[in-house]
């Protein structure tokens, strides 16, 4: 019906895996990215964890990611916020990939009559793609077991 959902993702570069997201009919702010942010920090390191050392925390130059509050706040988490180029749209390949496939394997081909059928669709669509869907930078295996694949070798 035209309704437009946004999403940002935390996703792993090294499994590839979506650690974290949110959506939103409105637009993408600051608050959201700090929420972003915990639940990706929480996810791989547990509730109220640190990660042992900083990671680098790779985003594009959105006001939202640049926001004093959100650089501030990934410091506080243990992260170094990091912005890509700006003119350099293929320094964050991963994230344009994983793009187009949520819109190709998903969003295309799911019910989409209004933003609240697409937002109860959205935790489905992440947990298969992490669960399931192969990657061939990863040997054909979906996130979830790579990881785990590699943690027992």
Not at 12 to 35: F, H, N, P, Q
Not at 39 to 61: C, H, M, Y
Not at 102 to 108: E, I, T
């Amino acid at each position: 019906n035209g309704e437009r959902v946004r999403v940002a993702f935390a996703l792993d570069c090294c499994d590839r895996e979506v650690m974290s997201w949110v959506a939103t009919t409105k637009g993408i702010d600051a608050g959201l990215v700090g929420d972003l942010m915990m639940q990706a920090v929480e996810k791989r390191f547990g509730s109220n964890g640190k990660p042992p050392k900083t990671i680098e925390w790779l985003t594009d130059n959105g006001s939202c990611y640049t926001a004093a509050e959100t650089r501030s706040f990934a410091k506080e988490l243990g992260l170094k916020p990091v912005t890509t180029p700006v003119t350099s749209p293929q320094s964050n390949g991963m994230a344009e990939s994983f793009v187009k496939t949520l819109k190709r394997d998903y969003a295309k081909l799911a019910n989409r009559p209004d933003s609240k059928t697409v937002m109860a669709q959205l935790k489905g669509w992440f947990d298969d793609y992490n669960s399931y869907h192969p990657h061939s930078a990863l040997g054909y295996l979906p996130p979830t077991l790579f990881r785990e694949k590699r943690s027992v070798t």
